[in-house]
């Protein structure tokens, strides 16, 4: 059933670039044999020539962040030269396999309609396609806010081993959910396990990116307003002293926090995480006028409260872990993808 399904995908695949071409199909070579990289072999889902242009080709079936970088990295073995072309293909391409693809340098085509293929005397570029391919029923995701503790924990402690009874206990969650959880993220290939049975993460930073491509940040509860203040900085300084004296727990994120940790750009937005809803009179004690449309201040209320595992003081201010701060940037405005991509170079996580 998987290889009839492979085989209809990739002649999806030589209709598409026919299509955009405008060319036909000369040669087209279903898993060719012969084509070896340092002494392994490897075969290629596809080798087609459109209109003059040999298209090495990977499928994968999933547009999640491991297979993605899999396929990548099994089309950089394979040593194409020019007019050869590689190109990953995916039911839809989303917004971190684009990214990646990029950092790459490898084409992409998605079975969609979408594509980014460049080659000298050739440019390939078609956005805007919606996804085909949505499932009509409810897959698991290991990064939905309460599943998402097992990839923090992991994350937090990259060079640590962990048993599925160590995770249920450091997590607060059940044998049951942690093995559930664990299970998908093994299908993923996001862990692995030694040879007694412990789970590791053997490419943290595809975990990363595989957990940000899977974090919803708007499933949070968060409260938009107005603090007065001369900057970011000091608004963000003064809200932490007044919780602080009131004894209620935060912890700031975004870019305020990334200022904390990297030190980078002046900001305006300020978010801080608060373990429970805030009483009327806190916003009172800290100048908060509730207003979407001039928000200078977010009060974020988590919907699980494990972001606060890992948050530490900087500057003497709480900060949450700089990995959840990583996170919450690809969800915040002004320079948070700067931000974000300084920040990153901080995680050691490689």
């Known amino acids: 059933m ?18 955009l071409t405008g060319a036909s199909a000369e040669k087209v070579e279903y898993e060719p044999g012969g084509a070896t990289s340092r002494g392994e072999r490897y075969e290629p889902d596809l080798v087609v020539e459109v209109g003059g242009f040999r298209f090495v080709v990977e499928f994968k079936a999933s547009s999640l962040v491991a297979p993605v970088v899999a396929g990548i990295e099994q089309l950089k073995r394979y040593s194409a ?11 839809f391409m989303g917004g971190t396999g684009i990214r990646k693809c990029a950092e790459a340098g490898i084409s992409w085509l998605d079975l969609s309609g979408n594509a980014d293929v460049s080659a000298p005397g050739l440019r390939l570029y ?21 599943s998402s503790r097992i990839a923090r924990h992991l994350l937090y402690q990259p060079s640590r081993m962990f048993t599925q009874r160590e995770l249920a206990d450091e997590t607060g ?3 049951g959910f942690v093995s559930r959880i664990v299970k998908s993220l093994e299908e993923q290939q996001l862990v692995a396990r030694d040879n007694a049975g412990r789970v590791f993460i053997n490419k943290p930073l595809v975990m990363l990116d595989a957990w940000q491509q899977g974090y919803d940040f708007t499933k949070h509860e968060i409260i938009r307003g107005h603090v007065a203040g001369r900057s970011g900085e000091d608004i963000q300084g003064k809200i932490s ?8 727990e935060h912890a700031v994120t975004g870019l305020g926090a990334a200022w904390l940790h990297v030190k980078f750009a002046a900001f ?26 001039g928000a200078n ?22 900060s949450v872990h700089r990995i959840q701060v990583w996170l919450d940037l690809k969800s915040h ?17 490689s």
């Open 81 to 91: 030269e020019p007019p050869e072309i590689r190109l990953l293909v995916t039911p």
């Open 126 to 146: 078609v956005r805007g396609e919606k996804n085909k391919f949505i499932s009509p029923g409810r897959n698991e995701n290991p990064f939905a806010p309460k």
């Open 173 to 175: 969650l059940g044998e």
């Open 333 to 349: 405005p002004e320079r948070a993808e700067e931000a974000a991509a300084e920040l990153r170079k901080t995680l050691e996580l």
């Open 2 to 19: 998987r290889k009839a399904y492979e085989k209809n995908a990739l002649k999806q695949v030589v209709d598409q670039l026919e299509k």
């Open 297 to 318: 201040v977010w009060l974020i209320i988590p919907k699980d409260p494990d972001v606060f595992f890992g948050a530490e003081p900087v500057a003497d201010i709480p």
């Open 241 to 248: 002293r007044t919780l602080k004296s009131l004894s209620v």
């Open 268 to 293: 305006r937005t300020v978010s801080l995480y608060l373990r429970e809803w805030p009483q009327k009179d806190l916003f009172e004690q800290i100048g908060f006028r509730e207003d979407t449309a």
